[in-house]
């Protein structure tokens, strides 16, 4: 039976590399290179860098990039704990309900209010809660009010005939509706103050 050789030939980079993994030096080049290098960053936990017209963060260890609805997202979407008492916070309907509106679990919020009740302070908090629902609500009626300013166009529509069919005003009479909702507006304004 004839011997079998095995024949390798082994490049200065191949043996480099091994030399590397041996001395536990992984991330240690095996070759030069000429030519265009990357200008390499190192970046730490909490750091915000834009490359690529995007804006990039390392959290946690990882690289994220950051972007106009991170914000939204940290509002809308409840965490697996309170932030206030660390406590799971179970997927409720409470616990959403009231995450939504104090960021914090149902139990926190029920403390907090029992607390107000002890204090005196109950009428005042419940007050302004009520007022900043209702402002809330001010701003989405001016949000209307301009959009039905701004929309005195005529609309035109292409029917499934073919048929160009243009409607004038929507039906609506657009001075008494705006009235009305400056009146409605003004209404909401007052309770407030009051």
Known sequence: ????KLIK???GRDVQRMRN???KDYGAKTSTQIGYTKLQS???EGDVWENSGKVWTIKNGLKQTITRFDELKRLVVMPLCCPKCKSPMQ????NRLMYSIHQICFD????????LKLTGEYEQYERNMINQGVAVHIKEMEGVLLELLMDQHDESFVTEAGDIETW???GIDMNRTTQEIQEYIQKLKDAIKV
């Not at 039976?1 to 079998?4: L, N, T």
């Not at 997927?91 to 409470?94: A, E, G, H, I, P």
């Not at 926190?108 to 607390?115: G, N, Q």
């Open 91 to 94: 997927d409720t309907r409470l």
């Open 21 to 23: 993994i041996i001395t």
């Open 168 to 170: 004038k005003g929507k």
């Open 1 to 4: 039976m004839a011997e079998s």
């Open 9 to 11: 030939d082994f490049k």
């Open 42 to 44: 190192d970046y730490q």
């Open 108 to 115: 926190c919020v029920i403390k907090h209010e029992t607390k």
